[in-house]
């Protein structure tokens, strides 16, 4: 962390502590079992804290360490104080950060009967010391409850046998969702010919989408005369979404499952200086299986940061070296993972790869990007869906290199694929 950033997330948080101790009349993290008192007289909370004593809250309050809010990224500090942090009907800042995670550690345990403070106590651990951050709208669902969720920015969606798909690449949408059967990949590669459908047109008389398009279904509506269809070059159509701005490629077969779930991220970096791997999953199966029984989603645990906890091992990132440091360390926790399950008698997490792109003040060569893409396919070979990999244009890679590098993620099973 930067003196600048250090410099500017004590000040966030000053501010913060600041407003509390005015409305509250006391200083900061002292008094929880008065907080949670104020939250469910205001109707803030529901009913279910009840379930524990006020000997209960108490002493959950005297677990609360406020020095970990110092571990809150600046970046986000502002983000969690206007998102995250339970206010008032009148949008007063009413809670903290460590008070917020605490709730949320008794919300995920209310229902253990065995040692019930201790798991409430370590899930709390858990969640303060960053080693796992949950999703946005886990954290918005037990924070701001009387406020209707914030509506996502929308996503544009079409499938590349879509006959607007021409103009849909152009246009001046910001993030581009194009959706790929194999079908159409290996016909790039044969440098055949692609054809375009009105998708009502099609499901209309075929009696299915686009989006369900195999081989077999592509030629059978190529075959007749029932549907209209424009044949252009398989290949001058990739040309032209390789060009495009904002396109995320999602690729697709009858093989791959995808599965509605929301992701918790193990922060390996933070997890791996403790050498608190087994530790942190033993404690997330509990707390996942509590988040699901309340919230009725799906949840799935991701890793965040493999790059820079394989330079934290001092490994080039590049090497081969890097991605036997994956398949090690991906095997461990799905190992710890199905242990805890297995002795909980909770089920599994789903568990998914994640790799995020470093953008450096020099641009990605084609040799980076390749060893990414191998990486995120070394991730995936111990997950249960496919990785994302995101890659970056820039004036050393061609736009034959590029497809090179689109193809490669294609035919190593990465179903999506993002173009900046």
């Known amino acids: 962390m930067t003196v600048v950033e250090q410099i500017t997330e004590r000040a966030l948080l000053q501010l913060l502590y600041k407003q509390v101790e005015q409305q509250r009349g006391r200083p900061a993290y002292t008094g929880f079992h008065q907080v949670v008192k104020k939250l469910l007289q205001d109707g803030l909370y529901d009913r279910w804290i009840y379930d524990y004593s006020v000997t209960e809250i108490k002493w959950l309050g005297l677990q609360i360490v406020a020095e970990r809010d110092q571990l809150i990224p600046s970046a986000l500090l502002q983000t969690y104080m206007n998102e995250f942090v339970t206010s008032d009907y009148c949008d007063k800042q009413i809670g903290l950060p460590q008070e917020r995670l605490m709730l949320i550690a008794m919300a995920a345990m209310q229902h253990e009967t065995v040692q019930r403070l201790r798991k409430v106590q370590e899930a709390y651990w858990l ?3 960053g080693y796992v951050t949950l999703p946005v709208e886990v954290m918005l669902f037990f924070g701001k409850t009387f406020y209707e969720r914030k509506t996502r920015v929308q996503q544009y969606t079409m499938d590349i046998a879509d006959n607007r798909i021409t103009s849909f690449l152009s246009s001046k949408i910001k993030e581009k969702h194009i959706c790929i059967p194999d079908y159409f990949m290996e016909q790039v590669q044969a440098c055949g010919s692609w054809s375009l459908f009105e998708a009502e047109q099609v499901e209309r008389i075929l009696g299915f989408s686009l989006s369900h398009f195999n081989r077999e279904r592509f030629l059978h509506a190529t075959d007749g005369l029932t549907i209209d269809y424009k044949e ?3 290949i001058g159509l990739m040309k032209q979404l390789l060009e495009g701005e904002g396109i995320v490629v999602h690729f697709y077969n009858k093989e791959r499952q995808e599965k509605a779930a929301l992701s918790t991220y193990i922060q390996l970096p933070n997890v791996m ?3 608190e791997l087994a530790r942190t999953c033993t404690i997330l199966v509990p707390l996942l299986n509590g988040i699901e029984g309340l919230w009725e989603h799906p949840l799935r645990v991701e890793v965040a940061g493999w790059e820079i906890a394989i330079a934290d091992q001092n490994i080039d990132l590049h090497s081969e070296k890097a991605l036997l440091f ?10 710890y993972l199905n242990v805890a399950s297995c002795e909980s008698g909770m089920q599994t997490p789903l568990r998914k790869a994640a790799t995020v792109m470093h953008r450096s003040i020099n641009e990605a060569t084609k040799h980076q990007q390749t060893a990414m893409i191998d990486r995120v396919i070394a991730e995936q070979r111990h997950t249960d869906q496919g990785g994302s ?6 004036s050393t890679i061609e736009t034959a290199e590029l497809l090179q590098l689109l193809m490669k993620a294609w035919s190593g099973g990465i179903p999506e694929v993002r173009l900046t």
């Open 273 to 275: 200086q403790e050498t």
């Open 389 to 394: 990999v995101t890659l970056e244009k820039s």
């Open 326 to 335: 994956i398949e090690e360390v991906a095997r461990e926790i799905n190992h």
């Open 232 to 234: 252009i070059s398989a």
């Open 127 to 129: 969640l303060s010391h």
